[in-house]
T-cell receptor, first 113, second 112 residues
């Protein structure tokens, strides 16, 4: 069973479109994250949700809006896509508390043309 | 969270131990050292973490110097599947956000 899953795995779309990436975890964790890995391979945190509440928002444009319908899901909606949004987006989850490792999904490669 | 410094790349022969160093000279007393790795095109994978004492699990060993200013991740018998980018991350115990700050990491190439 996949612990953290993301859909779709690949997403190709045109500038200006609105798209969503879905993330689900079956680990019973109460904290979920979105990370972005750009073309230079740097991984950077975007958002973190704990028990459906936003606790990290790392200066991400407000075109990006995370939505957590329940503790097992954290979806990423992106409006008015731009070329610079092309990247690999990773979802992760963990238990709340110190020293708890994060489990990452397989990633979604977004290409904006 | 303290900054870490790692070599950009390393090679290791298959079957030999891979020793990956990390400097974290500004680490404070309540900060943990974490190691993750990212195999090509996959999501990062947790390996191990520690505070003061050396730690070992089924994947690796973590050796932390007594002054805590550096650490070494040891893969005891490297295989080709261990080829990956290895990230050393320092995170405060008081940090309740869970945020991981990834640097450039060390690209480990395991060669036959």
């Amino acid at each position: 069973d996949t612990a953290v899953s993301q859909t779709p795995k690949y997403l190709v779309t045109q500038m200006g479109n609105d798209k969503s990436i879905k993330c689900e975890q079956n680990l019973g964790h109460d904290t979920m994250y979105w990370y972005k890995q750009d073309s230079k391979k740097f991984l950077k945190i975007m958002f973190s949700y704990n028990n459906k509440e936003l606790i990290i928002n790392e200066t991400v444009p407000n075109r990006f809006s995370p939505k957590s319908p329940d503790k097992a899901h954290l979806n990423l909606h992106i409006n008015s896509l731009e070329l610079g949004d092309s990247a690999v987006y990773f979802c992760a989850s963990s238990r709340t508390g110190q020293g708890n490792e994060q489990y990452f999904g397989p990633g979604t490669r977004l290409t904006v043309t | 969270d303290a900054k870490t410094t790692q070599p950009t790349s390393m090679d290791c022969a298959e079957g030999r131990a891979a020793n990956l160093p990390c400097n974290h000279s500004t680490i404070s007393g309540n900060e943990y050292v974490y190691w993750y790795r990212q195999i090509h095109s996959q999501g990062p994978q947790y390996i191990i973490h520690g505070l003061k004492n050396n730690e070992t699990n089924e994947m690796a060993s973590l050796i932390i110097t007594e002054d805590r200013k550096s650490s070494t991740l040891i893969l005891p018998h490297a295989t080709l599947r261990d080829t990956a980018v290895y990230y050393c991350i320092v995170r405060g115990v008081s940090s309740n956000t869970g945020k991981l700050i990834f640097g450039q990491g060390t690209t480990l190439q395991v060669k036959p």
